[in-house]
């Protein structure tokens, strides 16, 4: 980019600063912008203007300048790549991405000096209504495109772009990829819509990068539409817009997440999602379990034992007796083969009690790598139990409700039935009246 362009945005940038935020549709950005340049335009002589008069000579030329505007430079082509899951600039140096199918690349790309960096810089933060710049920053990006981390080292400014999918994976599409089975899926949707009188509580854990937020986003389509959900995150990461009634609150310097989870008790939900759960939220998400909301959220941890020690100890520090409150403990694995990465729920358990201040689970599934396959263990009778005395079903028949609603999303996945909002349409379908549902599937085919 030359000088003269960089110059030209670096003053926009000021000019727009405050006035542009996440929630605006592309045409009010759009309007700002315009406005913004003509003011500037209009604040140069005649002469000195007239340089700049061929960006707003017609539609095109204004349709191409707010493209370039809002663009992100050399890396725009990377953010387009649906393949590219994180994009990594170490100031002018090499820009590096994180592929689903190789992994670690260099691209030969990088950012020409300093000056063309922190324009991107400052548009990724003006873009997100963020006007201080700390060294450490995590923003997020328009449109839900992803959220960016930036610190200032003495080498320069690092940057990790985390990108969202535009489109999230269903829980057909993991199905189709081999991260769970059908006989999974329908036990978390179970878990999920708890036959309409006990939901569970869940926590999805994994390592960085093991898939924990792409299920939790795609369990979100077993909620029923008249609940109101609360999803609270540190930067937002969970894609809701297919979804009515639903608040989003993200934590900054003023609010914390304990401070989010703990307001969100007076905004009447009947779910509350947690992004990421990693310190005194803990307590205040078991409260609230306690007194009757369900609650999803996820945590690092490579184990359901290593998740419920993270839990037990600081800076969480929840009680043993509480942890119980926890039903069900999902465990995401990340697996590079060499010939690339795929991911997989490793582990679905059920809490089982206490003994002797031991949290006891109850593994349902266990994934054994030879196979590449989850392989059944003992059914667990706890959220069974529990499920039973609620809606005075019979084991034996939740046990076949979920052979039904296996058999409804292997007809889901049959029919190419894939989209989150279809798939999350259908569920819906299912809980009021099966055979409806199942028709819609056969009419649609």
Request: aromatic share 6%.
């Amino acid at each position: 980019m030359d000088e003269a362009r960089i110059g030209l945005e670096e003053e926009l940038l000021e000019r727009i600063k405050d006035r542009i935020n996440l929630s605006q549709s592309a045409e009010v950005k759009e309007g700002i912008i315009l406005n913004a340049f003509s003011d500037f335009c209009n604040s140069l002589g005649d002469k000195d203007c007239k340089g700049n008069a061929k960006y707003l000579g017609d539609e095109k030329s204004k349709k191409d300048f707010l493209a370039g505007f809002q663009s992100y430079g050399v890396i725009n082509p990377l953010l387009d790549d649906p393949e590219v899951e994180d994009i990594i600039i170490n100031g002018t140096g090499p820009i590096y991405t994180h592929r689903q199918s190789e992994g670690l690349t260099e691209t030969g790309k990088r950012f020409s000096d300093l000056r063309e960096l922190n324009l991107l810089i400052k548009k990724m933060l003006t873009f997100a209504d963020k006007n201080k710049l700390n060294k450490i920053n995590n923003v997020d990006m328009p449109g839900m495109a992803g959220r960016v981390n930036i610190v200032y080292s003495p080498m320069g400014p690092e940057l990790t772009i985390t990108k969202i999918k535009a489109n999230p994976l269903s829980i057909i599409d993991l199905i189709e990829k081999g991260t769970l089975n059908v006989e999974v899926a329908a036990q978390l949707w179970l878990y999920i819509e708890g036959l309409g009188v006990k939901p569970a509580n869940i926590l999805v854990s994994g390592g960085p990068g093991s898939g924990k937020t792409t299920l939790l986003n795609a369990l979100l389509s077993f909620i029923p539409s008249d609940q109101h959900i609360v999803v609270i995150e540190d930067t937002f990461e969970l894609l809701t817009e297919w979804i009515g009634n639903v608040s989003r609150l993200e934590s900054d310097a003023d609010l914390s997440l304990a401070d989010l989870v703990k307001n969100s008790l007076r905004m009447r939900p009947e779910r509350i999602i947690v992004g990421e759960v990693r310190g005194s939220e803990a307590q205040d998400m078991i409260t609230a379990m306690n007194i009757g909301k369900y609650c999803l959220a996820t945590i690092h941890a490579s184990t359901v034992r290593e998740t419920i020690l993270r839990l037990q100890n600081n800076p969480m520090n929840v009680p043993e007796v509480l942890i119980s409150l926890i039903d069900v403990f999902t465990v995401m694995r990340k697996i590079n083969t060499g010939k690339g990465v795929y991911r997989v729920v490793e582990e679905l358990s059920e809490s089982a009690g206490l003994e002797q201040k031991t949290v006891l689970i109850s593994p349902l599934w266990l994934f054994d790598p030879a196979s590449r396959s989850l392989n059944k263990l003992d059914p667990s009778t706890v959220y069974r139990d529990k499920l039973s005395l609620a809606s005075g079903l019979s084991g034996k028949q939740i046990m076949d409700e979920i052979d039904k609603r296996s058999d409804f999303l292997d007809k889901l996945r049959a029919a190419g039935i894939k989209s989150i909002k279809e798939v999350s349409s259908y569920c819906e379908l299912y809980i009021r009246n099966p055979k409806d549902a199942v028709l819609g599937i056969k009419n649609r085919t």
